[in-house]
Nanobody, 123 residues
């Protein structure tokens, strides 16, 4: 089993920045891909960004490309999502996810999930 704990959410003004963290524990010896998803009130959960184990490949949704950056530090078993130029429409609960092997854009393919952290962007 792998446990994921997100942190770093909060309230920020439009145009501001936040950095989310996702700390992994448990069977961290498995080579896991990591991803961030988000879910706004009344909307379905959507893919935000993903990164493979070796950090050689990342993928960002078009809606966040150029503003958000996913990264990870395998020595610390922690993933990050740097969010810049935040917009009101970025308001959502952000979830960290992990899975063995290559990453996927489909949330059903991810095995391990964190509890989520709220990001609220005021306009």
């Amino acid at each position: 089993q792998v446990q994921l704990v997100e942190s770093g959410g909060g309230l920020v003004q439009a145009g501001g920045s936040l950095r989310l963290s996702c700390a992994a524990s448990g069977r961290t010896g498995i080579r896991l891909s990591m991803a961030w998803f988000r879910q706004a009130p009344g909307k379905e959960r959507e893919f935000v960004a993903a990164i493979n184990w070796s950090t050689t490949n990342t993928y960002h949704a078009d809606s966040v490309k150029g503003r958000f950056t996913i990264s990870r530090d395998n020595n610390k078993n922690t993933g990050y999502l740097q969010m810049n130029s935040l917009k009101a429409e970025d308001t959502a609960v952000y979830y960290c996810a992990a899975k063995a092997g290559w990453y996927s854009l489909v949330d059903d393919n991810w095995v391990y999930w964190g509890q989520g952290t709220q990001v609220t962007v005021s306009s």
